[in-house]
């Protein structure tokens, strides 16, 4: 089963694709570009690069939220229209879960953060521990949501252990993240806190694996701030 991923949550644009044996090619950018410059051309090449036509493309998964209102838009856009003019199935994957799986390995707490403005950031938190075996399979302790980073560092500190971080919320509180939890914070090089569409790829797998798929026109984002979202649409259009 081969899978095309598309994350665009964030100002990161990246896509991928997947099989079973893995990683067959990923292209990510952090340029300041709009998605909808980015998108279609790096679906394009990925797929030239691989060799793979997208008629040999089984499934489409992609970031479904939270993150910025107009990157979700278009990379939802991008991977519906795909879908549909192919007839291929699509999957929705929690973008903060994704973000999460790139720490998969670790066995402890992860939280993804995501820089939400006004102050506040789009987190979770998640515990991969090592179940049958395997590092990756992880538990959602806490559901999505939009928080200041303070109140968040301190519900994290009850937890009592320690937290890797990742996201581009992480590098604006850095501060806040070391002071309340001091060594308990681990922070890992920002080459590695970027959302990748391989993970948002290898999800979408798995969920297709278990026959699950998304309706094409019922599939939408996830924004957390609905009121915000509508009023940007309404202003859009």
């Known amino acids: 089963m081969i899978i095309l991923g598309i994350e665009s949550s964030t100002p990161v644009a990246s896509v991928a694709v997947v099989s079973g044996e893995g990683l067959l090619g990923e292209i990510t950018l952090n340029v300041g570009l709009t998605h909808s410059e980015q998108l279609l051309p790096m679906v394009d090449d990925v797929l030239k690069q691989t060799r793979i036509p997208l008629t040999n493309i089984n499934g489409i998964a992609?970031?479904?939220?939270?993150?910025?209102?107009?990157g979700l838009r278009i990379g939802m856009a991008t991977a519906k229209g795909?879908?549909?003019?192919?007839?291929?199935?699509?999957?929705?994957?929690?973008?903060?879960?994704?973000?999460?799986?790139?720490?998969?390995?670790?066995?402890?707490?992860?939280?993804?953060?995501?820089n939400a403005r006004r102050g506040e950031v789009y987190t979770s938190l998640f515990n991969f521990s090592d179940k049958e075996g395997q590092l990756d399979k992880e538990e959602q302790l806490i559901e999505d949501q939009a928080i200041d980073p303070l109140t968040w560092a301190q519900t994290l500190k009850k937890k009592g252990g320690p937290v890797v971080f990742v996201g581009d919320?992480?590098?604006?509180?850095?501060?806040?993240?070391?002071?309340?939890?001091?060594a308990f914070?681990?922070?890992p090089p920002p080459?590695?806190?970027?959302?990748?569409?391989?993970?948002?790829?290898?999800?979408?797998?798995?969920?297709?694996?278990?026959?699950?798929?998304d309706d094409l026109f019922g599939l939408k984002p996830f924004y957390i701030r609905p009121v915000e979202a509508k009023v940007k649409s309404q202003a859009a259009r």
């Open 62 to 70: 992609v970031a479904g939220g939270p993150g910025s209102f107009t």
């Open 82 to 114: 795909l879908a549909q003019g192919r007839n291929i199935p699509l999957v929705g994957i929690p973008t903060l879960r994704a973000l999460a799986y790139t720490q998969a390995g670790f066995q402890g707490l992860v939280s993804p953060v995501l």
């Open 185 to 187: 914070a681990l922070l």
């Open 169 to 182: 919320g992480v590098g604006p509180y850095r501060d806040i993240w070391r002071e309340t939890l001091g």
């Open 191 to 213: 080459v590695s806190m970027l959302p990748r569409a391989s993970t948002v790829a290898w999800l979408g797998r798995e969920r297709l694996l278990r026959n699950e798929t």
